[in-house]
T-cell receptor
Framework: DVKVTQSSRYLVKRTGEKVFLECVQD?????MFWYRQDPGLGLRLIYF???????EKGDIPEGYSVSREKKERFSLILESASTNQTSMYLC???????????FGDGTRLSIL | KNEVEQSPQNLTAQEGEFITINCSYS?????LHWLQQHPGGGIVSLFM???GKKKHGRLIATINIQEKHSSLHITASHPRDSAVYIC?????????FGTGTSLTVIP
């Protein structure tokens, strides 16, 4: 069975900390995505990657960076966490935008 | 401006009712997706459509490319159908998402 695995389901961090969210997929997918999901706003794209060492900004990249050193792993980094980054973070992967995205279970991140 | 609009935002139904969720989009698309998200966060893909109609069990999805509109129907609804249903479109390099329809089916 195909799998997108996010490293944590729940995470609590403090303002100013550097936070790493990890995502691993076992489907050899080219494309990987990081979203955040907030009530009333739906899923918003933070960053995406179509290849190793390649990254593109999504709709809301400010305050975030990403790393894709290996095809199966896409990391989201909060450089200096702030309270407005408290949210549900979802990772997804697909081979093509003509194919369904496969989602991880999400990480509910709280910044105190 | 939202590229994908869903209606209704919230929906409560009695068990057994026929349910329709609507999705309109404003961009040229390669495919439209219906997703389901249960409490706890996990999202699963229900359908991917580029034309016509697809059926899976009690779920039916239709798309009208000319009108840029899609519907998700649930026949004989059941409390386990309670979830958030999200419409998404693949356009160019990106996916665009609706804000979701929260469905509650009451026994």
């Amino acid at each position: 069975d195909v799998k997108v695995t996010q490293s944590s389901r729940y995470l609590v961090k403090r303002t100013g900390e550097k936070v790493f969210l990890e995502c691993v997929q076992d489907m050899d997918h080219e494309n990987m995505f990081w979203y955040r999901q907030d009530p009333g706003l739906g899923l918003r794209l933070i960053y995406f990657s179509y290849d190793v060492k390649m990254k593109e900004k999504g709709d809301i990249p400010e305050g975030y960076s990403v790393s894709r050193e290996k095809k199966e792993r896409f990391s989201l980094i909060l450089e200096s966490a702030s309270t407005n980054q408290t949210s549900m973070y979802l990772c997804a992967s697909t081979n093509s935008n003509n194919q369904p995205q496969h989602f991880g279970d999400g990480t509910r991140l709280s910044i105190l | 401006k939202n590229e994908v609009e869903q209606s209704p935002q919230n929906l409560t139904a009695q068990e057994g009712e026929f349910i329709t969720i609507n999705c309109s989009y404003s961009v040229g698309i390669s495919a439209l997706h219906w997703l389901q998200q249960h409490p706890g966060g996990g999202i699963v893909s229900l359908f991917m459509l580029s034309s016509g109609k697809k059926k899976h069990g009690r779920l039916i999805a239709t798309i009208n490319i000319q009108e840029k509109h899609s519907s998700l129907h649930i026949t004989a609804s059941h409390p386990r159908d309670s979830a958030v249903y999200i419409c998404a479109v693949g356009a160019g390099n990106q996916f665009y998402f609706g804000t979701g329809t929260s469905l509650t089916v009451i026994p």
